[in-house]
């Protein structure tokens, strides 16, 4: 069976959600494997006008399995969203699988994104401030907050404390920042 990769070397703005959008009606599977939602394009077709920046393309064809993967970091409010918008349009996304392993963006990623920035000032990196960065650090670190870990709220829960402990101290003592509430990032993402 072949499989056609489409992989950007020029950090972003390539096309490459072009070139998937024309290759995804005749693949079996599409499926978005890293990144986060600090990119997207944007997708003209018969249900209306999209700006993808999680789903898979191949979401427009009801006999094509989309799959967002382990490597892709998710910003659950962002991905609501785009299946929000999808749904509303008549897509059908029952054919959308969702790793359970893909690691999640929390509101201390974004926060201490755009601290980050500020605190370099002429230096700064120039990131869209959306925690795909800080998200990525924490993977790597082996500290993230997975999407399966939604499954069991005492489980997120612990996670979600110890790791906001860590974040906490980083906020109010390296940035000078108002620490974040446990109980209100919980509520936040059990909804």
Same mark, same amino acid.
């Given at each position: 069976?072949?499989?056609?990769?489409?992989?950007?070397?020029?950090?972003?703005?390539?096309?490459?959600?072009?070139?998937?959008?024309?290759?995804?009606?005749?693949?079996?599977?599409?499926?978005?494997?890293?990144?986060?939602?600090?990119?997207?394009?944007?997708?003209?077709?018969?249900?209306?006008?999209?700006?993808?920046?999680?789903?898979?393309?191949?979401?427009?064809?009801?006999?094509? =399995?989309?799959?967002?993967?382990?490597?892709?970091?998710?910003?659950?409010?962002?991905?609501?969203?785009?299946?929000?918008?999808?749904?509303?349009?008549?897509?059908?996304?029952?054919?959308?699988?969702?790793?359970?392993?893909?690691?999640?963006?929390?509101?201390?990623?974004?926060?201490?994104?755009?601290?980050?920035?500020?605190?370099?000032?002429?230096?700064?990196?120039?990131?869209?401030?959306?925690?795909?960065?800080?998200?990525? =650090?924490?993977?790597?670190?082996?500290?993230?907050?997975? =999407?399966?870990?939604?499954?069991?709220?005492?489980?997120?829960?612990?996670?979600?404390?110890?790791?906001?402990?860590?974040?906490?101290?980083?906020? =109010?003592?390296?940035?000078?920042?108002?620490?974040?509430?446990?109980?209100?990032?919980?509520?936040?993402?059990?909804?």
């Amino acid at each position: 069976m072949p499989v056609i990769a489409v992989v950007g070397g020029q950090w972003g703005d390539e096309g490459k959600g072009k070139v998937i959008d024309s290759l995804a009606e005749k693949a079996k599977v599409v499926a978005r494997f890293s990144g986060g939602d600090n990119a997207g394009h944007t997708v003209i077709n018969p249900y209306g006008e999209f700006r993808m920046h999680l789903v898979p393309s191949g979401i427009f064809y009801p006999e094509v =399995t989309c799959i967002i993967g382990n490597g892709v970091v998710i910003n659950p409010a962002v991905l609501l969203d785009e299946i929000d918008n999808l749904k509303k349009h008549g897509v059908d996304i029952s054919h959308l699988t969702i790793s359970d392993r893909a690691h999640l963006v929390m509101p201390y990623h974004t926060l201490l994104d755009g601290l980050e920035e500020e605190r370099r000032g002429k230096g700064a990196l120039g990131t869209t401030r959306r925690g795909i960065g800080p998200a990525f =650090t924490d993977k790597v670190a082996r500290m993230g907050i997975r =999407t399966g870990d939604l499954s069991n709220k005492d489980l997120f829960h612990s996670k979600l404390s110890s790791i906001l402990e860590f974040k906490n101290a980083i906020l =109010t003592k390296v940035y000078g920042h108002s620490p974040l509430l446990l109980e209100e990032i919980f509520e936040q993402y059990c909804r």
